[in-house]
């Protein structure tokens, strides 16, 4: 069964990425911009539409549930990264964008370099020991991974939150949030790390701060949490939806903002759908949750005083809370699918 849904699918993902290229190609050989928006649309909606499709064939992606929220989430930031590469960059440079570098860019990278200067820059200096280094601290998370996965008991990551007192309700939570931080981080440090070896291209951590000692929730989503996402969904929201109904509408800063989160919670609540065939809607009103919080942050100037050890203890104090109290909207419908439970 899995190799029944595996081999259409990652089949699916190569046709539809050589079309895209080509309709890069062709744009570029015609000088005109529209045709690679045209076949950019047709990618993006096309990614989408053939994993909806196998997933309503089959009954895989329920049985498998840890694979298939991976995979649905690569789905949707793939078909995002097909816009922001169309529709967030200037066609002159666009077109001078290496083949190389779009394929990366596809698979892995968070962000495309934003000018042909910075473009120029990558492949003059050899970054292969930090390759390297990326693979070394892969390697490191994985161990430390898997010994705390060792180490909690599988009940922990499994029953649900009523099952649990509130003392150990929120030091499950921040358990599971640790979880996460690992899994993601020690995926992408070794994956980068081979991309820096084989190509000698600069690869961006994807946590570049430590997210636990944040001050603010704007502090955490804006500067420390998972770039890979992050990237993408400030590009789509501050850049390509703007652009595409600016003739209609014009958004400010506020509505973009809000955007993000929104577009974050969908992400979360599809690839949910995935594996559970239903909508909690938990994810979406976290996400929006926390937008309107960090919208409160900036009028209010929360933190106070923030380059004072007094009021960066308030602002961690402040953050650590919300993300206690509303971490049951996030980790609750991943417990009951059974997310955490497949990596014990």
């Known amino acids: 069964m899995v190799e029944n849904i595996l081999v259409p699918l990652f089949a699916s993902y190569a046709c539809i990425i050589i079309m895209f290229i080509i309709g890069l190609y062709i744009g ?24 909806v499709f196998l997933k309503l064939q089959s009954s895989w992606f329920v049985s498998n549930p840890l694979l298939a929220f991976s995979l649905s989430a690569y789905n949707v930031l793939l078909s995002l990264k097909f816009l922001e590469l169309s529709f967030g960059y200037k066609w002159t440079y666009t077109r001078q964008m290496p083949l190389k570098l779009v394929v990366m860019f596809l698979c892995a990278l968070p962000r495309m370099p934003e000018s042909e200067a910075k473009l120029s820059e990558l492949s003059k200096h050899d970054v292969r020991r930090e390759g390297i280094l990326y693979i070394l601290r892969g390697i490191c998370e994985f161990i430390i991974l898997g010994i705390l996965m060792y180490l909690i008991p599988f009940q922990w990551l499994s029953l649900s939150s009523s099952s649990f007192s509130l003392i150990s309700r929120f030091f499950r939570y921040g358990l599971l949030s640790i979880i996460l931080y690992l899994s993601i981080d020690f995926v992408c440090s070794f994956g980068f790390g081979i991309y820096s070896l084989l190509f000698n291209v600069r690869m961006n951590s994807v946590f570049p701060v430590f997210p636990f000692t944040s001050t603010s929730l704007r502090d955490f989503w804006s500067y420390r949490w998972n770039n890979l996402i992050k990237t993408s969904l400030h590009m789509i929201s501050f850049v390509v939806i703007p652009k595409l109904i600016d003739p209609i509408i014009t958004m400010n800063k506020t509505a973009k903002g809000l955007f993000a989160f929104a577009l974050s919670g969908f992400i979360h609540e599809y690839a949910l759908w995935f594996i559970s065939n239903k909508w909690s809607g938990r994810n979406m009103i976290f996400f929006l949750l926390h937008g309107l919080l960090v919208l409160l942050e900036i009028t209010i100037k929360l933190p106070a005083r923030p380059n004072t050890l007094k009021g960066k203890l308030m602002g961690w104090m402040w953050t650590t809370g919300v993300m206690l109290i509303t971490s049951p909207l996030f980790f609750d419908p991943f417990i009951e699918t059974g997310v955490f439970s497949n990596t014990k």
């Open 28 to 51: 570029r050989y015609l000088n005109s911009p529209h045709v690679f928006h045209l076949v950019s649309i047709i990618s993006s909606a096309s990614i989408i539409f053939i994993f």
